[in-house]
């Protein structure tokens, strides 16, 4: 049988394993919440106290036997002020940054999705407008991810005593089921911002030839088949993330067998290695985006859509720029051991907010201009689409 020893181990990372599962880095001043398993690797939520847009999963990279893991309920309360006093990268200064721009972009956000719902219309089923409907549901679900975020760090920052994170406690638990909500919406968010630019460039395209039609209709069904896949995987790495913790915390893992510390590491892996898979997509999403709304706006060049298509350009190659970044940041954050240096650490979350929720923020911005100003002749639907009658039923 397993023993578990009276004090506080310090692991590879640099952090120590609490007897309720948060690990305490000793080189920063903040805990970050881990599940309360000593052994199996965990989903870690890597935007649960650190604010940003984006709220993904990674593997917990500590893989311990449970008596290097432990601590006593009454948590050694002068190593923790101590570490706090290290004045380092991850001070409050990086924590009060990060919220800080989360919040600048979230205000606006809201003030721009009532304006949008206001001044636009048009239905679903024209094609010339299609894409400002997608539009309006991801301005939700990315107003909805940055306020989810901003609430989980309140809460965290107002409830930072070590009994905040005892076993079971409400609070504690409240915040992982939210930050675990957040996975979807976060990645249907980015769905639907693909489906708006895809639908855009559609729009541009309405006078295209019956083979260039054909093409189309392939594109709509990869396009589909992209969307419901976001979906379904991730209400998977939602479930599989709950299902970790909430096992965690039906028992604090006394008695289990090595099967059962297995199979919470399996569903970690394969958590991770899904939610990795979907950022994969929407790179892949927006390569794919680029290359339509390239070829859509070489067909209006010297009429007075241009103007309109120098923007959607734009937008192409925002969503490209940040889906990379997002793909690479996921694999720093979650599969590079030596990214959790607690310098890099803090200010990858400042890069992240630029590049991922700010950029973001620009390119509904342009969306928000094209769909909502005269001049660039997109605001209404288009006089140009008289077409067979069977080109272009859609469904999506």
């Given amino acids: 049988t397993w023993t578990r020893k009276r004090e506080r181990q310090p692991k590879a990372d640099g952090s120590v394993c609490l007897q309720n599962g948060i690990a305490k880095s000793s080189q920063g001043n903040r805990p970050y919440l881990r599940h309360p398993s000593p052994r199996a690797p965990c989903v870690t939520l890597s935007h649960i106290l650190q604010p940003s847009s984006r709220i993904s999963v990674s593997i917990d990279k500590t893989l311990q036997h449970p008596d290097l893991c432990t601590a006593s309920a009454t948590t050694s309360r002068t190593k923790i002020e101590e570490e706090q006093a290290d004045p380092d990268m991850s001070s409050p200064l990086v924590f009060i940054v990060n ?106 395209s309405l006078l295209r030839t019956d083979e260039t039609s054909r093409r189309y209709r392939i594109g709509r069904q990869c396009a589909l088949g992209a969307f419901i896949w976001v979906c379904l995987a991730g209400l998977t790495v939602m479930c599989l993330s709950i299902s970790i913790f909430v096992a965690r915390y039906a028992d604090t893992g006394y008695g289990y067998s090595q099967d059962y510390y297995d199979g919470l590491r399996n569903r970690s892996v394969a958590a991770s290695s899904i939610d990795l898979a979907l950022f994969a997509t929407h790179l892949l999403c927006a390569i794919g985006t680029m290359v339509y709304t390239a070829k859509a706006r070489k067909k209006v060049l010297g009429t007075p859509l241009q103007k309109a298509s120098n923007l959607m350009l734009a ?49 509904f911005v342009l969306l928000y201009v094209l769909a909502t100003t005269d001049k660039y002749a997109m605001s209404q639907p288009q006089g140009q689409e008289q077409r067979p009658k069977n080109m272009d039923e859609e469904g999506l």
Avoid: Q
Avoid at 347 to 358: E, H, K, M, R, V
């Fill in 99 to 204: 919220t800080t721009l989360l919040g600048l972009v979230t205000l606006p956000a809201l003030v721009l999705t009532v304006l949008l719902f206001r001044r636009t219309s048009g239905s679903r089923r024209e094609p010339s407008r299609k894409w400002a409907t997608y539009t309006k549901v991801a301005f939700v679900l990315y107003l909805l991810t940055n306020v989810l975020s901003l609430i989980i760090t309140g809460v965290d920052a107002a409830n930072s005593d070590s009994y905040y994170y005892r076993h079971n406690n409400p609070t504690y638990l409240a915040l992982l089921t939210l930050s675990n909500i957040s996975i979807p919406i976060g990645h249907v968010g980015s769905a639907a911002v693909f489906l708006a630019l895809f639908y855009l460039a559609r729009a541009f």
């Fill in 315 to 363: 937008c192409g190659i925002l969503w490209l720029l940040r889906n990379v970044w997002s793909l690479l940041y996921t694999i720093l954050w979650g599969f590079m051991f030596g990214f959790n240096i607690n310098f890099v650490y803090s200010w990858g979350f400042i890069f992240d907010i630029i590049l991922n929720s700010w950029m973001t923020f620009v390119i």
